[in-house]
């Protein structure tokens, strides 16, 4: 009391407001904080789930071509042949179309018998391919090379070693088991690279034991695709086996070089880059009781004291696949532009009440408004929402916060290449069209198209991926273009797209869409006009799918239109 009888009128009228607004300041910056913390710990789960997501559809889309080629090499029901020799043309035929279906990276398929004899088709292009043969069961194999799914075998040229198929993996692992299975994943000596081999058995008429069929494919892809993931500075994401054995990470090294230059797998326990082998110690026991398949997340503390978030599911199939998908990333590299922001807003706060304590309100003010819409954006994102994000118009750290939430989103639901939506992005389009139907009662149906570009192959071969990728742009932009406004155009994979129809009348209304995209696929290509070079003519196949005719879920009514495209790729 005797201090402040001491103090000057003005001070006396000044100071409790100044200490009231730098305490204010000082609460709100400290509620900022803690709402803008929470907001990100509810975004950075959501993301890495969704992050978990995507790989999961990326590894799952690599490797379940395999079961496809090993039905078209042997169909269920056709039995092994007697003779190989004796039926060369028929096999030879269904192996070509096998490796047909998904030749990137399923380009070899192979039988081997009880008798030894085996037959093996590996394309080496679209046109060209090599037919290994050990007719008889004994001796090495003959080596035929032509072109053309009839082509002439002319003169083969024989092996030096003996090849054995009944001693093979492949073999042992197809014999043992009545449904398909994968074999263990090996490196290939030649291209150093993680392959997976998928075989099934084959019976005789009678049903018994034959021979075995496989396919091997690549998984060079899955740590492609890792690498290519839009993760924080310091994020890793990673595929592994239960055991730890990698197969793909996003940074580092999966395969290990001995002295002798051996080349080894490397475990994710034993891997040089800390975030990979911590991760790896941290889950490996949660992935194990976590029943589910949907993506999960936690956080574990790493050796220096630092939370990291982490999300991780496991990957199975009914052929016996069971692996392991990690993506981590510090809390810090989540929570940085928090702190940043924290710091600011206090100082901007204290700032504005020695000056003017109008401006300081005005700042809170905008700060917890700015801040509303951090948190109404991690909501929505959070929810898988499809809507865009208000875009914030502020130029500060909030903004910059603001701006890449949006950001996020549009990564996750935008094709990088091509710029339209991507295949999550119009699944979401689709469910929420399902729900709008059956809760709102709209008694219009919508259609599903897949597209696929014919000859997209030959344009990489003859003119470069560059190239490739233009035209895949320019495709793009003719898909969207020959759609109405409410329509959604979503690149799926590779040179397949898919198209939503919002609302039809009639099938016939769909069938005419599927016409116009045909023909507009037809038009000879802008970017390739005025080339020396020869330029295909490429063309599409389009398969269309009704809601609720044709199928009543997404997965169902995508399949259905994978389906009719096929049937009219083969009509074409």
């Known amino acids: 009391m005797k201090l402040l009888s001491r103090l000057p009128l003005r001070a006396l009228l000044t100071l409790p407001y100044v200490a009231l607004v730098l305490g204010t300041a000082i609460v709100i910056g400290i509620l900022s904080y803690a709402a803008g913390r929470d907001a990100v710990d509810n975004l950075s789960g959501q993301l890495l789930s969704e992050t978990v997501h995507r790989i999961e559809q990326a590894v799952e889309g690599h490797v379940s071509g395999s079961a496809a080629v090993l039905e078209v090499a042997f169909p269920k029901g056709i039995p092994a042949p007697e003779s190989v020799t004796a039926e060369l043309p028929a096999l030879r035929e269904r192996f070509w179309l096998a490796t047909s279906v998904h030749r990137d990276p399923n380009n070899y398929a192979y039988y081997g018998d009880r008798q030894g004899r085996f037959i093996g088709l590996w394309r080496s292009s679209e046109a060209d391919a090599e037919l290994r043969l050990r007719a008889t069961g004994e001796g090495p194999r003959t080596l035929y090379h032509f072109s053309g799914i009839n082509g002439d075998l002319g003169h083969g040229d024989v092996e030096t070693r003996i090849f054995e198929p009944r001693d093979r993996p492949w073999y042992k692992a197809g014999a043992a088991n009545t449904l398909q299975t994968w074999t263990s994943i090996y490196i290939d000596f030649k291209l150093q690279e993680l392959v997976a081999t998928r075989a099934r058995r084959v019976n005789d008429r009678d049903g018994a034991f034959k021979g075995v069929v496989a396919t091997d494919i690549s998984l060079q892809q899955v740590t492609s695709f890792l690498q290519k993931l839009a993760l924080s500075a310091n994020g890793v994401a990673m595929v592994m086996e239960r055991d730890g054995n990698l197969i ?48 999960h997340t936690t956080v574990f503390t790493d050796v220096d004291g630092d939370a990291v978030q982490v999300g991780y599911a496991r990957l199975q199939d009914e052929a016996g696949l069971d692996w392991l998908i990690m993506v981590a990333v510090p809390r810090e590299d989540f929570l940085h532009g928090i702190l940043e922001n924290f710091r600011h807003t206090v100082l901007l706060a204290a700032l504005a009440a020695l000056v003017v304590m109008l401006t300081g309100t005005l700042v809170l003010a905008t700060v917890t408004r700015e801040l509303r819409k951090l948190a109404a954006a991690a909501r929505q994102v959070g929810q898988g929402s499809v809507a865009p994000i208000a875009e914030s118009q502020r130029k500060d750290e909030l903004g910059d916060l603001a701006r890449s939430f949006g950001e996020m989103q549009r990564r996750l639901l935008t094709d990088p290449l091509t710029g339209l939506a991507n295949r999550e992005a119009l699944i979401r389009r689709v469910e929420d069209r399902i729900v709008q139907q059956r809760r709102r009662g709209d008694p219009r149906p919508f259609g599903v198209l897949f597209v696929d570009i014919n000859h997209f192959k030959q344009i990489n071969d003859e003119f470069g991926h560059d190239m490739g990728d233009a035209v895949l742009r320019e495709l793009g932009k003719r898909l969207s273009a020959v759609v109405r406004v409410g329509d959604l155009v979503a690149r799926f994979a590779g040179d397949e797209f898919l198209v939503m129809l919002d609302a039809i009348e009639r099938r016939e209304d769909a069938e005419r869409v599927r016409s116009n995209i045909e023909a507009v696929l037809r038009e000879p290509l802008e970017i390739l006009t005025g080339s020396s070079e020869l330029v295909p003519e490429l063309g599409a196949a389009v398969g269309v799918a009704i809601y609720p005719d044709d199928g009543q879920d997404v997965d169902t009514l995508i399949r259905h239109a994978d389906q009719q495209m096929y049937l009219r790729k083969r009509e074409q």
């Not at 975030?275 to 589910?292: C, E, F, P």
């Open 248 to 295: 793909g990470v996003s940074r580092g090294a999966h395969v290990q070089k001995l002295a002798d230059g051996t080349a080894v797998r490397l475990n994710a326990s034993r891997s040089t880059d800390r975030l990979v082998s911590q991760t790896y110690a941290a889950v490996r026991g949660l992935a194990d009781t976590d029943a589910d398949a949907r993506p």
